[in-house]
């Protein structure tokens, strides 16, 4: 029996039984491994403009402390339920051993259209989120970051109301804060920046073309909208985006900062042409050399990847890719090289880690430092990787999340059970 359920936690549990198998754990340290350590749900009651209360559910799962604090993103979706924030906070795990960070997981979220209320009203709700979780968070137990539905605005007023209740500014109680609240350089575009260099380390090492390559996009918020940009500008021609409202294409490739500039003015891409429309679902069969998928989990199942006509997924979302799919995508790794979640999207909490470590020595660096030792580390992570496939002759996907699983493992067992 467990709380948590669902589809996105019931992939992470087979994508751990497929690593365990692999590193032959041992039956009765599998469940100290996957399970959470704790997990608090709580309810945030806010006034409405209109004089009314409402009360939003909130969650904050702290997957394991062996390593050093939790750390993870708050996530304000309609999607977010309990089974999909530990699902999210056992990826963070495995992400954050897989670079070398001294973290363990988390994650948190409330279920809630943030585009449902008002600023005030959204103010109102991160705050009370963030006065509910005081108990159990800190500098050194559980660092938060923007997600899903946040930003660097929602991370201040954390920060904010969690230094009110301590007397002081506590900075290092949240990352991806504005520079001007003690947030570093680089961080907003850090997710982003991450999925085009590991995409365009794979380019270089398969004999790839930059400037004849091609991409699709699909999710263009913070990170679709960044990684775009990033390839646009290595000289990727971008064919093809999507978001929640719907989906462009143009074969000549599309002009990205104009479309980013129009998606970070109107809040999406809709409105920015209608010639240039396409149905979403079509997204996942264009032919293209890079495909991105940065938006929600689960996107590509097994019939998508038996269909896909990219060389590359570069995974700028959590859990795009399901394990029916991985399956196929194994038979397929002669045509396609996986840049698995764990380590394509690991540049945001890699500078996430950077924010923490400037804020608790209050001496923050400039943003050319920044990006040298993210592209510094998501490298070494991937030449690990590369080397762990290549050595075991297994997926990408596989190799990446041994590693993470079997640094935490070790941990576990030189720490030893207390009490």
Known sequence: MTVYSGPVFDMAVKQFEVIANYLSIPEDARTR??????????????HRDDGTTAVFEGYRVQHHLTLGPTKGGTRFATSVDLGEVAALAIWMSWKCALVGLPYGGAKGGV????ASLSKRELEALSRRYMQEMIPFVGPHTDVMAPDMGTNEQVMAWFMDTYSMYQGKTVTEIVTGKPVSAGGTLGRREATGRGVAHMTRRVMNDRGINVNHATAVVQGFGNVG??????????GVKVIAVSDHTGALYRAAGLDIPELALHAATHGSIAGYSNELALDPKEIFTLPCDVIVPAAMERVIDATVAANLRCRIIAEGANGPTTPEADLVLTQRQDEIFLIPDILCNSGGVIVSYFEWVQDLQQLFWEEEEVVQREYRILDRAFDRMVARARQDKVFNRTAAMAIGVKRV????NTRGLFP
């Open 33 to 46: 491994l996957l399970m959470p350590k704790r997990a608090v749900t709580v309810s945030c009651p806010i």
């Open 111 to 114: 279920c809630v259209d943030p």
């Open 225 to 234: 909208s960044i990684a775009a940009l990033e390839l646009h500008n290595m």
């Open 409 to 412: 493992q070790g941990a576990k």
